[in-house]
């Protein structure tokens, strides 16, 4: 009987995705070759919306993974047009309760228990129900609580066949992937084989609870020791791949601004230091929860005291974006292309980043990208706040068309920092509608530029001992290689040898003085603004190679 389901859902999908494919091909393609093509561009919009909603009835009617399908094409603003992704924004990951019968029977198979004997109490009604599992609240038996140090516990168990229903669908993605990727004119705009994977990976992860527990233990060494962020504790002895238990950390949430006010909390200071953890968890740990909207964030009151009157409390952590060494040195190269309004060192930090694929028309996204740069390249944070809303939308119009054409997708892992750093946005506003999220952005692009100078300034330093290493060991070299000669077999007069020798090595010494204060003055130059101090030093330092190069030449060793 399952099979027969899980036959028919496959089919379903795969019907859905050819039909509308049909459609595409004849719009898009046969129309234009026809003449027809003012046709299909009046139509576009109004077909884009017809299929989105379509769409979205599917996903609703299938749930499981369809759901994170529909969520995960809504923020894929790079590669789908307008109409679909605002259609699907609206796509809730909540679907009807799992009845309580069957979340017994899967969770006691997996603890190997009744939940009696492993709970002193568990309340059957769930506190959310969404696609892939569902949440009760329970107490923990004594011997269990005595074990894990806490009592109160929220049991997180996964909806009963849900493994299947993935891998389903999951099978059903692959091939609609592979039917894109044989269409040339979406492959050359998107690789959507890579897309199906990227997203498969994600869904893999989030379905297995012990990694989500595995997350949540790293994220909270990532703050240990920081009084503003609070993380729950996990019940490991009871925790398996699909049953999670977790301390139950339930406060009030971010949104909630009638309980903030109740418990005399300030929304706006609430914004700022969410915003900054945030990005802490970007620039400094590399570990960012991708998944921050309003039911995974607490603001937890603290007893009164010398500490902090609250704090911030994360859960749900089976979605995480990590930000690898390579990710971390193209972000930091995509910081300072902007910051220098560097066209082509933009165009280069994206395609490190696997942003754009290798037949992009540069030449058309770098003359776009100067426009942009000529607009808004040399405005300061504060400037760009200022800015009419109305002409960032106009651009965002103008060139999302022209992101669109070109063949431009975001990686998976660059897709959920920039759906945390949106949904971050998004709920700071909410909070405090004076703030802005480049007020909190801005504390770490000038850390970066400043890592970025002490980088350049280490490599000059290195390049400056090499040519002083150089420098000390080319008369040695020199004189050796004279004497090998003098001693060998060669007869020949070697003395006009020796002084065009010596005058070459004169002439070296000087050139690799003049390289030594090059780099130097033009070191403490570019570290100037960031560190003074050091700055001056280095440009002072670097007369002694000046004065070699200049006045070298009036001191000659004379004949040998």
Same mark, same amino acid.
């Given at each position: 009987m399952a099979d027969g389901a899980h036959r028919a859902r496959y089919r379903r999908i795969l019907l859905f995705a050819a039909r509308h494919f049909v459609q595409i091909w004849w719009y898009e393609l046969i129309l234009p070759r026809?003449?027809?093509?003012?046709?299909?561009?009046?139509?576009?919009?109004?077909?884009?919306?017809?299929?989105a909603k379509r769409f979205h009835?599917?996903?609703?009617?299938?749930?499981?993974?369809?759901?994170?399908?529909?969520q995960f094409l809504s923020s894929r603003l790079d590669v789908l047009p307008p109409e679909i992704t605002a259609e699907l924004?609206?796509?809730?990951?909540?679907?009807?309760?799992?009845?309580?019968?069957?979340?017994?029977?899967?969770?006691?198979?997996?603890?190997?228990?009744?939940l009696e004997r492993a709970f002193a109490a568990f309340d059957e009604t769930p506190v959310a129900a969404a696609s892939l599992g569902q949440a009760h609240r329970a107490r923990l038996s004594a011997p269990d609580a005595a074990d894990a140090g806490f009592e109160d516990v929220i049991v997180k168990v996964q909806r009963p066949g849900i493994d299947e229903i993935v891998k389903v669908d999951l099978a059903a993605l692959r091939r609609v992937g592979g039917w894109l990727r044989r269409v040339r004119f979406v492959a050359t705009r998107v690789d959507a084989p890579a897309l199906v994977e990227e997203f498969a990976q994600t869904s893999m992860e989030e379905i297995d609870y012990l990694h989500e527990a595995a997350n949540a233990e790293r994220?909270?060494?990532?703050?240990?020791?920081?009084?503003?962020?609070?993380?729950?504790?996990?019940?490991w002895e009871r925790t398996t791949r699909r049953v999670l238990i977790l301390s139950d950390v339930s406060a009030i949430k971010i949104n909630d601004t009638d309980a903030l006010r109740a418990a005399g909390i300030d929304r706006s200071e609430v914004a700022h230091v969410f915003a900054a953890v945030m990005f802490d968890q970007l620039f400094t740990h590399g570990f960012v929860h991708a998944d921050p909207h309003p039911g995974n964030i607490f603001v937890t009151p603290l007893p009164e005291g010398e500490g902090p009157a609250w704090r911030l409390t994360f859960v749900d952590f089976g979605m995480m974006a990590e930000v690898p060494a390579e990710l971390r040195s193209s972000l930091r190269m995509l910081v300072i292309a902007v910051a220098a309004r560097d066209?082509?060192? !933009? =165009?280069?930090?994206?395609? $490190?980043?696997? @942003?754009?694929?290798? #037949?992009?028309?540069?030449?058309?996204?770098?003359?776009?990208?100067?426009?942009?740069?000529?607009?808004?390249?040399?405005?300061?944070?504060?400037?760009?706040?200022?800015?009419?809303?109305?002409?960032?939308?106009?651009?965002a119009v103008e060139f999302g068309d022209m992101v669109r054409a070109l063949p431009f997708q975001l990686p998976e892992r660059l897709l959920l920092l920039i759906r945390a750093v949106s949904l971050t946005s998004g709920l700071c506003s909410g909070l405090d509608p004076d703030f802005n999220i480049w007020d909190s952005v801005q504390p770490y692009?000038?850390?970066?530029?400043?890592?970025?100078?002490?980088?350049?300034?280490?490599?000059?330093a290195q390049e400056a001992l090499a040519n002083a290493g150089?420098?000390?060991?080319?008369?040695?070299?020199?004189?050796? !290689? =004279?004497?090998?000669?003098? $001693?060998?077999? @060669?007869?020949?007069? #070697?003395?006009?040898?020796?002084r065009r020798l010596d005058r070459l090595e004169r002439i070296g010494v000087r050139v690799l003085s003049a390289v030594l204060f090059a780099a130097l003055l033009i070191g403490g130059a570019l570290l100037m603004p960031v560190n003074p101090v050091l700055g001056t030093v280095l440009v002072i330092v670097s007369a002694i190679p000046l004065a070699h190069t200049l006045f070298a030449g009036l001191f000659g060793r004379g004949p040998r």
């Open positions: 026809l003449g027809l093509a003012a046709v299909a561009e009046r139509t576009r919009a109004a077909r884009m919306t017809r299929l009835a599917l996903a609703v009617e299938l749930g499981g993974l369809m759901i994170k399908v529909g924004e609206g796509l809730q990951d909540e679907v009807p309760a799992v009845p309580f019968p069957d979340i017994r029977a899967l969770a006691e198979a997996e603890l190997g228990v009744s994220f909270a060494e990532c703050f240990d020791g920081d009084i503003r962020v609070g993380v729950p504790r996990i019940a066209g082509r060192g !933009l =165009i280069d930090a994206a395609q $490190q980043m696997g @942003v754009l694929l290798p #037949t992009a028309d540069r030449v058309t996204l770098e003359h776009a990208l100067t426009q942009l740069f000529d607009r808004f390249g040399g405005m300061s944070f504060t400037e760009l706040r200022d800015v009419d809303p109305r002409e960032f939308r106009d651009f692009a000038a850390r970066l530029l400043r890592e970025e100078s002490g980088g350049m300034m280490r490599d000059l150089v420098i000390w060991r080319l008369p040695k070299r020199a004189d050796a !290689l =004279i004497t090998r000669m003098d $001693q060998g077999t @060669v007869t020949f007069d #070697t003395s006009r040898l020796e």
